[in-house]
């Protein structure tokens, strides 16, 4: 009888296949968790950005005009965090320093996204008249993925004018 082992037993092959089954499935997790953590650090990103440009247009009205009404529009397609359906962000109302009035529609603001949702912790008129700090917690979240929050605690601020006695 001829002893020949060339070739491979079929323990052979079904080990090498759970090996390489375990390390197939290893490598695809990987990939997969950082394109899920890529895809979420995009969002922030952009969550990030819509944040900034609200707050530097909420700071603008704020600190350039004496009354405004800031409020979040529900939306239907957004869910509800910390109790609040989140929508729009509108600034309407606006009034400017010299008493001349409502300036036009055209002036108001509006701030939408197709992906994201807003909710300010303001829902008020703000008089600016005892020219008092106003502290706004944005939050803003996905449409499709509400777990992904971004919230930013800020304070409304106006230069304070301080009376300097001069004496000669």
């Known amino acids: 009888m001829i002893n020949n082992q060339r070739g491979i037993s079929l323990v052979e092959v079904l080990a090498t296949l759970v090996i390489l089954s375990i390390i197939g499935g290893t490598i695809w997790s990987i990939f997969f968790q950082g394109h899920s953590y890529s895809q979420n ?3 922030k990103n952009a969550m990030q950005q ?4 609200i707050l ?26 910390d109790g609040k359906i989140g929508g729009r962000i509108e600034i309407t109302g ?18 939408s996204n197709t992906r994201l949702c807003f909710i300010s912790s303001l829902e008020e008129t703000i008089n600016i008249a005892n020219k008092n700090n ?15 929050i971004l919230k930013i605690n800020t304070l409304l601020f106006r230069i304070k004018e301080e009376k300097v006695d001069v004496q000669g």
Do not use: M
Not at 142 to 147: A, H, I, R, S, V
């Open 41 to 43: 650090a995009i969002s």
């Open 94 to 111: 606006i009034e400017d320093h010299n008493g001349t009035g409502t300036i036009s529609n055209e002036q108001d603001k509006v701030f």
């Open 56 to 81: 530097t247009s909420l700071k603008n009205v704020h600190q350039t005009n004496d009354k405004y009404t800031i409020s979040t529009i529900s939306d239907s397609s957004c869910d509800s965090v």
């Open 50 to 53: 819509e944040a900034n440009i």
């Open 134 to 148: 106003v502290p706004l917690t944005l939050t803003i979240y996905e449409k499709q993925n509400p777990t992904n």
